[in-house]
């Protein structure tokens, strides 16, 4: 193939997007396949990094990054996404979008002329050969198991999902009734029925002793009924229990530190402190927890720290509720430091985000203080 130079730029910038667009392709076949299987699907991402455009339709967070190098359709724990049948269909839906596009494209250029007049342009014949191979590369390294670093987490591909599907098959059941317990006990949380509440929790903590998210709602639970203290002794006694290198540790310190945040206890800030550094230190590269230890600085008044790392996790997060968590700490300090309309701005986009965190109505009382004296600018 013969390329001047002239040609690089453009077909540099058609392979990025071209790569964008197999990417997409492969993302958008796990979201119909989702849909057909009645999966609850809350994102869809194109890309890594940066973030380039990101919007929000229902309960469904759309978004396309700079860097082409994978992407994610999220879906939220239900019934049906403990059943075989319809996770498999949805595993392997973002290899079969790319087969079907393939093969529609090759219908499309068979006809001769058009053949032609593809193969004589130097650019068609790149993007045929970047096409061939982002298929083939996207569909074998989605099926061969093995996990890669997305959002600064650990995250399995479709084929690893797949195995430990099948590997787990059995446990599927377990795991959906578990789903239902806690989908109960949460509404039993939310009603007038604290006691019953409290007694639930402590029949499914037995039932399910190894469950990290079950104890995280108990503290959860405990911090709204102004135990804050009963939450810290739940959590030195798992902790106490977990091995130093437990992978445990880490949900567990940060829930509790985000519990401390929300319920703003100036005496308690010192501890928030020691556990987000512990936190962090276990897990260095979590996008959350550095989110969650720029909140902390925030607290502790080391606000140019705090504004390096929540700006930092804004640019690579990908969850909901750590936007909130820096649009609102970014917010509080925008309004000590006078910028009353940088405050505002944030201020208004943590709460249009549609998700609840303890720490917002605490913050935006202080930020409207702020806002409200004279010499604010």
């Known amino acids: 193939m013969e390329v001047d130079l002239q040609d690089l730029p453009g077909l540099f910038v058609a392979g990025f997007l071209l790569l ?9 076949g796990h979201w119909f396949a989702g849909g057909i299987a009645g999966f609850r699907l809350n994102a869809f991402r194109i890309g890594s990094g940066p973030t380039l455009v990101r919007f929000k339709r229902g309960q469904c967070v759309f978004s396309w990054s700079l860097f082409p190098t994978h992407g994610r359709v999220h879906v939220l724990p239900s019934p049906r996404s403990y059943s075989v049948l319809w996770q498999s269909s949805f595993l392997l839906g973002g290899v079969g979008a790319e087969i079907a596009c393939a093969a529609l494209a090759w219908i499309l250029i068979r006809p001769e002329p058009v053949w032609s007049y593809i193969w004589e342009m130097p650019l068609g014949r790149y993007l045929l050969f970047l096409a061939g191979f982002d298929v083939l590369y996207t569909a074998v390294f989605s099926l061969w198991p ?7 987490e650990l995250r399995p591909n479709d084929g690893f999902q797949l195995l430990q599907l099948w590997k787990e098959r059995l446990r599927l059941p377990e795991r959906r009734q578990f789903l239902l317990d806690t989908t109960a006990l949460g509404q039993l949380m939310a009603g007038p029925a604290k006691d019953q509440a ?3 929790i402590k029949e499914l903590l037995l039932k399910y002793p190894d469950s990290i998210s079950l ?5 959860q639970f405990q911090a709204q009924q102004g135990d804050v203290e009963g939450a810290g002794r739940t959590l030195d006694t798992r902790l106490q229990q977990e091995p130093a290198d437990s992978p445990n540790r880490v949900p567990l310190l940060d829930q509790y530190v ?3 945040l929300a319920h703003g206890r100036g ?46 996790v804004l640019a690579h997060t990908e969850s909901d509720v750590d936007r909130v968590y820096c649009h609102i700490y970014l917010a509080w300090l925008d309004a000590q430091e006078g910028r009353r ?5 944030n201020l208004e986009r943590a709460k249009t985000m549609g998700v609840a965190i303890g720490a917002l109505p605490r913050l935006e009382t202080k930020i409207r203080t702020i806002l409200d004296q004279p010499s604010a600018n």
């Open 341 to 345: 309309s940088a405050a505002i701005d």
């Open 258 to 260: 985000s519990l401390l």
């Open 215 to 219: 104890l995280n709602a108990s503290m």
């Open 146 to 152: 093995a996990r890669s670093y997305s959002a600064g």
């Open 267 to 312: 005496d308690w800030v010192s501890e928030a402190d020691r556990l987000s550094y512990d936190a962090l230190l276990l897990a260095p590269e979590s996008v959350t927890l550095r989110g969650t230890r720029g909140a902390v600085l925030a607290e502790l008044g080391r606000n140019a720290e705090a504004r390096r790392l929540l700006n930092d």
């Open 198 to 200: 409290t007694t639930r």
């Open 20 to 28: 964008h667009a197999v990417i997409g392709i492969h993302e958008l």
